[in-house]
């Protein structure tokens, strides 16, 4: 497999345009467009609550049973919207989630952009636009890769930020952890790598702005807590494709659409052992990002619902295998990861969007699940610079004692 760039300025230039050309009409064309509906969703909310006297957890997009379904501060968190447009937050976004996919790109393939330069960052943001997740996150209007974006900042932080900054580490996941529940897990990943400031950091945020909900929502955050946070019918159908989740492939499997609870707590729970041993080895290897990465692809089978636009939770995943597979030239780990990576932007699941049973049913409506699982087992931890040398200093401190 060869990765080598051209070798000319020009050649660089053109390749980059036939990529973003591709790209364009790819997306233009081939997927289908959301229409900003999660969007809509924020905006009506927001515009319902601040000028028409309604309550955050009782505005439905008009035609539709779809209203808001996060934590009250994501409510909070929106409120400058109150003061734009539909068609200005939709301008809002995009550049949102423009910055914060540059910012992810940055902190993910920071190796590739400093081997390549401008070149590098063309060609990822390319391949970055190609995936389906991604392409979802932008035609909803999700706030997926912002909330990726935050945790990333505290995984920047711990790993390559300066010592000054560290004492900030936890505020990103704290944050991202009030705006929805799936980023808490990373509160618990803080705990496992041995970060206690930063996983207090993370807790307190999170309780703080949750508290700051309260006292603006009072209403809705005692609705959210004791009502809507049980009633996953508020969000969509279990069974439904899109939900990529564990909980999506027993309910798909269940001729009734409903999952037994006590099969899916088992599986989340085998999961969580999976995913506290893998990440504890990736920390004792001194990988940090490889422990994120394992981290994202856990919340997203354990989630009750992991809707296909939620899987940008396994960019950190994808980073890991392609610096592994480009740095050690192990050109099996990066077929397995250039198919995975080619399933992930076809949308191979919405085959079976009528009807998902039968072998093949199962195997293809829940081929995100199996990647994620795939991920969770397989994916390779690295022994990092700063591991290696603790590990040549602790022998040649052993070498110096014998003799």
């Not at 969007?39 to 049973?65: E, F, K, N, S």
């Not at 003061?83 to 996919?101: E, F, G, P, Q």
């Not at 207090?200 to 959210?224: I, K, M, Q, W």
């Not at 041993?277 to 001194?286: D, E, K």
């Amino acid at each position: 497999m060869n990765l080598a760039p051209p070798s000319t300025a020009r050649g660089r230039v053109l390749l980059v345009i036939a990529l973003a050309v591709c790209v364009t009409l790819f997306n233009a064309t081939v997927p289908l467009l959301r229409d900003w509906f999660d969007l809509r969703v924020y905006y009506g909310t927001i515009d319902t609550w601040m000028h028409g006297g309604g309550r955050i957890y009782d505005y439905r997009v008009p035609g539709t049973t779809y209203g808001f379904t996060y934590p009250p501060f994501a409510a909070v968190s929106m409120l400058p919207m109150a003061l734009l447009s539909l068609h200005s937050a939709i301008a809002v976004a995009l550049l949102l989630n423009i910055a914060a996919a540059a910012f992810i790109l940055y902190v993910l393939a920071g190796p590739l952009l400093r081997r390549y330069g401008w070149f590098g960052f063309a060609v990822a943001a390319c391949l970055l636009a190609l995936l389906e997740p991604v392409r979802d996150t932008f035609s909803f209007g999700q706030v997926n890769l912002l909330l990726l974006a935050l945790v990333l900042a505290d995984t920047w932080l711990l790993t390559a930020g300066r010592a000054a900054w560290r004492r900030w580490a936890g505020v990103g996941i704290g944050l991202a952890a009030a705006i929805k529940l799936t980023p808490v897990l990373f509160i618990g990943l803080l705990l496992l790598a041995r970060r206690p400031r930063a996983a207090v950091t993370a807790t307190l945020v999170a309780a703080g702005a949750t508290g700051l909900a309260v006292l603006v929502a009072p209403d809705a955050s005692r609705f959210y807590w004791t009502e809507a946070l049980w009633d996953t019918g508020r969000i969509g159908r279990l069974a439904y494709v899109s939900n990529q989740s564990l909980q999506g492939v027993l309910a798909r499997l269940a001729e009734s659409g409903q999952p037994s609870r006590p099969v899916w707590a088992l599986a989340v729970l085998t999961v969580l052992g999976v995913w506290a041993w893998r990440a504890s080895r990736a920390v004792a290897a001194g990988d940090l990002m490889a422990a994120f990465a394992l981290t994202g692809a856990t919340a997203c089978l354990i989630s009750p619902i992991t809707w296909v636009h939620h899987l940008v939770w396994l960019l950190p995943s994808f980073a890991v295998l392609a610096d592994i597979g480009t740095r050690e030239r192990r050109r099996t780990l990066l077929r397995v990861t250039a198919a995975a990576y080619v399933v992930l932007c076809s949308s191979f699941v919405w085959l079976w969007f009528d009807d998902a049973s039968g072998v093949d049913g199962f195997l293809g409506s829940n081929m995100y699940v199996w990647i994620t699982i795939a991920m969770l087992l397989g994916l390779p931890v690295r022994a990092t610079a700063d591991k290696s040398a603790a590990v040549v200093r602790g022998a040649g401190e052993k070498v110096a004692a014998e003799k």
